[in-house]
Nanobody, 129 residues
Framework: QVQLVESGGGSVQAGGSLRLSCVGSGYTYSGSCMAWFRQAPGKEREAVAAINPRGGPLNYDDSVEGRFAISQDNAKMTVYLRMNSLKPEDTAMYYC??????????????????????YGQGTQVTVSS
């Protein structure tokens, strides 16, 4: 079955950095869109960034553009999220997600929850001011 396992969360001060990792298994990684979502207490889950393992433009939410960087390693079936210049409002549970069958060669992967059927358990990121 599809499994997504996140790691790398933690507590940092504002302005700090973290790198999240997500290892996937149980599906065709290269043919799927991969994304990071986050959910803060009392708020809805929102998309952060998406990447296509078969190439194509990266996709970022405006709130993280220029501060976060998504990348991936096909051989390791791993997606990363490098988060720089963290702000208290970045505090949330961060989830890795897989959208099976959306990763056509060179296509832009979407930032919509409905396109991602599988999510990991999440990793907590806390940014203090």
């Amino acid at each position: 079955q599809v499994q997504l396992v996140e790691s790398g969360g933690g507590s940092v001060q504002a302005g700090g950095s973290l790198r999240l990792s997500c290892v996937g298994s149980g599906y065709t990684y290269s043919g799927s869109c991969m994304a990071w979502f986050r959910q803060a207490p009392g708020k809805e889950r929102e998309a952060v960034a998406a990447i296509n393992p078969r190439g194509g433009p990266l996709n970022y939410d405006d709130s993280v553009e220029g501060r976060f960087a998504i990348s991936q390693d096909n051989a390791k079936m791993t997606v990363y999220l490098r988060m720089n210049s963290l702000k208290p409002e970045d505090t949330a549970m961060y989830y890795c997600a897989a959208g099976l069958g959306y990763g056509g060669i060179g296509t832009l992967c979407p930032l919509r929850q409905l396109d991602y059927a599988y999510y990991g358990q999440g990793t907590q990121v806390t940014v203090s001011s």
